[in-house]
């Protein structure tokens, strides 16, 4: 008789479940304002941007959607964030490594440009001014028309970049400098400086840096003492093309003749690319 009763039971049961109406597929829904990331390498440091993109769609922007000298999320949904994996300078000012809420204060004629450190924050609702790190002031500028939201680098170099928000007809830029070419000299300095006797390869990459960077002196020594090291052909070929920087093609002539003749087996490609140089140098 139990028997039977749990029988029934269970029937009931599976019964009842059938009987419930399936639940809806869940739906993931595209945003209306699509989030965005950028990242950019200035010289050693590596800089993203990550944020999310309104569009204009037929809507006055500045001083309307976006209220003039109120604090703005600088973008859609949540805070944007800015990162940077080395401390860098903002329009000259110093800021440590590290991720940020980028908000800012739209103004007609100057925007402030606010990295606080809630860089979890949704939107500016809980804005906190007491988090902010660093305020630095930007200028607006017209620019051509963009119906979303953008980040951008257009200037870049080994120590410092211009990074513009750009929306509807509007540019705001602010430059980043990371310092990367005086950071580096220090590097190789200390590098070269421990370099053992017969360690060419050490000195011969500073020299290049030195060389790219128009640290001529530098160069000079450094490539004196990779020689010192080991003459063979690319230490005697930097050695020419030095020469030829100094505006000493002659001697660059000889020293690049001398950097062929020291070539190995497995340099011939390189060999004929010296000697192509060597002969735009004669001409």
């Known amino acids: 008789m139990r028997k039977t009763i749990l029988i029934l039971a269970m029937l009931v049961a599976v019964s009842a479940f059938a009987q419930q109406p399936a639940q809806a597929p869940q739906v993931k829904y595209p945003r209306l304002s699509q989030k965005a990331s950028m990242t950019q390498t200035i010289g050693l440091t590596d800089m993203t941007i990550t944020y999310s993109r309104p569009g204009v769609k037929g809507r006055q922007i500045w001083g309307a959607l976006v209220p003039y000298d109120q604090v703005w999320r600088t973008g859609a949904n949540e805070a944007t964030v800015i990162t940077f994996s080395d401390d860098v300078k903002i ?65 870049l170099s080994a120590d410092k970049a211009t990074v513009v928000l750009r929306w ?48 001529l002196d530098a160069a000079q020594a450094y490539s004196d003492q990779a020689l010192k090291a080991n003459e063979n052909i690319r230490t005697l070929w930097f050695k020419a093309r030095l020469l030829q920087k100094q505006g000493r093609t002659a001697d660059a002539v000889r020293a690049g003749e001398i950097a062929i003749s020291k070539a190995g087996p497995n340099d011939k490609d390189f060999a004929g690319e010296i000697r192509k140089d060597l002969n735009s140098w004669k001409r």
């Not at 001014?129 to 939201?149: C, F, H, I, N």
């Open 91 to 155: 329009n000259g000012q110093p800021l440590a490594k590290g991720s940020y809420a980028l908000a800012t204060i739209p103004g007609k004629d100057s925007w402030t440009l606010i990295f606080n450190k809630a860089a979890d924050m949704w939107g500016a609702f809980t804005y906190d001014q007491s988090k902010d790190v660093l305020r630095v002031t930007a200028k607006p500028e017209k620019g051509e028309y963009r119906e979303w939201l953008t980040f951008g680098v257009p200037e």
């Open 168 to 215: 509807e007809n509007l540019v705001v830029p602010f430059t980043v400098d990371t310092g990367a070419t005086a950071k580096v000299a220090e590097a190789a300095r200390s590098a070269v400086a421990s370099a053992k006797a017969d360690d060419w390869r050490t000195p011969l990459a500073a020299a290049q840096f030195a060389l790219d960077n128009n640290m």
